[in-house]
């Protein structure tokens, strides 16, 4: 069954343009293709980005956080308890007053002592503002890099200035090694954010929203990587980044409490997310999966679709994002 599933999987028709297979992907004459088994280096390369975190949170974003003046709030842990710490994980977390007054007789205990435990307990599982500015320093910290580093790998570029060279060539198109960590950088982050989803700081907003993210830009890149359009995903990755370090930057001013400061970097990422995601990335990078393949094949690819519908799904996120910072922007105007 696996066996079948890969062959249809890795079908032709689905990858590739017609008269092409994958025997024409092997390197010669100096053209270097991208391959589908590379992608595995993005799983260990995801667990050095991890270890790289651990060390750039607690020696760069600790001391960082107590210079703006952020203190490490240390929370009273309640006294070990089986029947509470059961009945917290896997009833409720906020009980009724009858129920409160049950467990306090199950335990032997005033009601006063349990109402505090609970209150504790809960406590415990809310993140600290440290905790949370180290995360953001995280993540500005990789899409600060990753934008300098794509703009250093691209400006050369021709198809950094006109899209159309994308196509130029395609599908016979060598992998440069910029591209190639380019790329496994960009998949090596999304697979740590899914792997710390779990402990990372829960948003109950739009955590759903990110969960969907993470799959569809890794799905997304990995796809356009075994079929060799890695031109349009490194723009497509550039876009993305360019945006975000901002809002980041402006968290971590946030938890700081330097408002003012806070508030001019959310408008530059308001800025910049408007003009990458709402306007270039339709109207540039969908135009040029969307319109531009037509010109080089009547007939297109079954992956025309999938990738095209992934960057669908991507484009419906960004204005759904959107919306939610269109009305943070709007309270703050109108509302102080």
């Known amino acids: 069954i696996l066996k079948t599933l890969n062959s249809w999987f890795w079908w032709e028709n689905i990858w590739m343009p017609i008269n092409c297979t994958w025997a024409h992907f092997v390197d010669r004459d100096g053209l ?37 003046g952020i203190k490490n709030v240390r929370r009273v842990k309640p006294q070990p308890n089986p029947v509470l710490e059961s009945y917290f994980r896997e009833c409720s977390k906020h009980p009724s ?26 406590n415990l599982e809310i993140p600290t503002v440290l905790r949370k500015f ?15 580093v794509g703009f250093i790998f691209l400006y050369d570029k021709p198809w950094f200035y006109d899209i159309w060279q994308t196509w130029v060539g395609y ?40 969960v969907v993210h993470h799959l569809a830009a890794i799905g997304l890149m990995s796809g356009s990587w075994c079929g060799n359009y890695v031109r349009l995903g490194t723009l497509v990755m550039f876009v993305h980044d360019t945006a975000d370090f901002w809002l980041e930057a402006a968290k971590m001013f946030n938890y700081a ?53 992934q960057l669908l799904i991507l484009q419906g996120l960004h204005l759904y994002w959107g919306y939610l910072i269109f009305k943070i922007l709007r309270r703050f105007i109108f509302s102080k």
């Open 32 to 68: 270097v293709f991208p391959k589908p088994h590379q992608l595995y280096a993005t799983i260990p390369y995801a667990f050095v980005l991890l270890i790289i975190r651990f060390f750039s949170e607690r020696y760069v974003a600790i001391p960082l956080a107590k210079a703006l």
């Open 134 to 148: 180290q995360e953001a320093f995280w993540r500005f910290s990789f899409y600060l890099t990753s934008s300098i």
């Open 257 to 309: 409490h330097w408002e003012k400061t806070c508030n001019i970097l959310f408008i530059i990422f308001s800025i910049a997310f408007f003009v990458t995601r709402i306007i270039l990335f339709p109207f540039w990078i969908l135009r040029a999966t969307l319109y531009q393949p037509t010109y080089y094949s009547t007939t297109p690819v079954i992956a025309y679709f999938l990738f095209n519908g």
């Open 97 to 122: 007053q009858s129920e409160i007054q049950g467990l306090a007789k199950k335990c032997n205990c005033t009601v006063r002592l349990v109402e505090k435990w609970f209150r504790r307990r809960r």
């Open 171 to 210: 599908p016979f198109q060598t992998l440069l090694p910029s591209q190639y960590w380019y790329y496994m950088a960009e998949i090596s982050f999304y697979w740590s954010l899914l792997f710390t989803l779990g402990i990372d700081n829960k948003r109950k907003a739009d955590f759903l929203a990110h």
